[in-house]
């Protein structure tokens, strides 16, 4: 099983629509969390960091489900400029090495 | 934030050469590590950048093939050893900032 696994998408999503997607975790004594966006031929940016107890960001909210061992991203209102490969992040702690996940692409159509 | 520059941005090369990547940061960082991301792929962590001792490689990369050095807190190179077809990428340099990883802005290489 891959350590960390989200649904690769493309979510095809109108502009002003609310979209949302999941990432697990395969590691249950990682600790850190994070969304990153990654843009076409470009580096991957930081988002947000993920904090056990949600956190939000304007029109991005993001969750953490231990248990269940996933995280998520809800976008609100989306934009045309929210088009991109949202890339998951799990990491154990701060010495360890950060696991990606192969990304979600996201289109969102005028 | 830290401002990170890779050089080149991007080269063409011929199979069985090699070319050395430039990272340049703006402030001190203790952690630096490269990264390959492959067409549709995610990201692969290469190498740990260790200033003042060898870098500490995962599984599957080596010295031989990727060599790298990182002579101050601010500056590392990676060298991509007789390249194959197969070496074509896009190679990033990460610092951890804060327990945070900024990328710098890669290296698009592609191999003939």
């Known amino acids: 099983r891959k350590e960390v696994e989200q649904d690769p998408g493309p979510f095809n999503v109108p502009e002003g629509a609310t979209v949302a997607f999941n990432c697990t975790y395969s590691?249950?004594?990682?600790?850190?969390f994070f969304w990153y966006r990654q843009d076409c031929r470009k580096e991957p940016k930081l988002l947000m960091s993920?904090?056990?107890s949600g956190n939000e960001d304007g029109r991005f909210t993001a969750q953490l489900n231990r248990a269940s061992q996933y995280i998520s991203l809800l976008i609100r209102d989306s934009k045309l400029s929210d088009s991109a490969t949202y890339l998951c992040?799990?990491?154990?702690?701060?010495?360890?090495?950060?696991?990606f996940g192969k990304g979600t692409r996201l289109h969102i159509l005028p | 934030s830290a401002v990170i520059s890779q050089k080149p941005s991007r080269d063409i090369c011929q199979r069985g050469t090699s070319l050395t990547i430039q990272c340049q940061v703006d402030?001190?960082?203790?952690?630096m590590f490269w990264y390959r991301q492959q067409p549709g792929q995610s990201l692969t962590l290469i190498a740990t950048?260790?200033?003042?001792?060898?870098?500490?490689?995962e599984s599957g990369f080596v010295i031989d093939k990727f060599p790298i050095s990182r002579p101050n807190l601010t500056f590392s190179t990676l060298t991509v050893s007789n390249m194959s077809p197969e070496d074509s990428s896009i190679y990033l340099c990460?610092?951890?900032?804060?327990?945070?990883?900024?990328f710098g802005p890669g290296t698009r290489l592609t191999v003939l």
């Open positions: 990460s610092v951890d900032l804060a327990e945070v990883e900024f």
């Open positions: 590691n249950s004594a990682s600790q850190s």
């Open positions: 993920v904090y056990s």
């Open positions: 992040v799990a990491s154990r702690n701060r010495d360890d090495k950060i696991i």
């Open positions: 402030s001190q960082v203790t952690m």
């Open positions: 950048a260790n200033q003042g001792s060898e870098a500490t490689y």
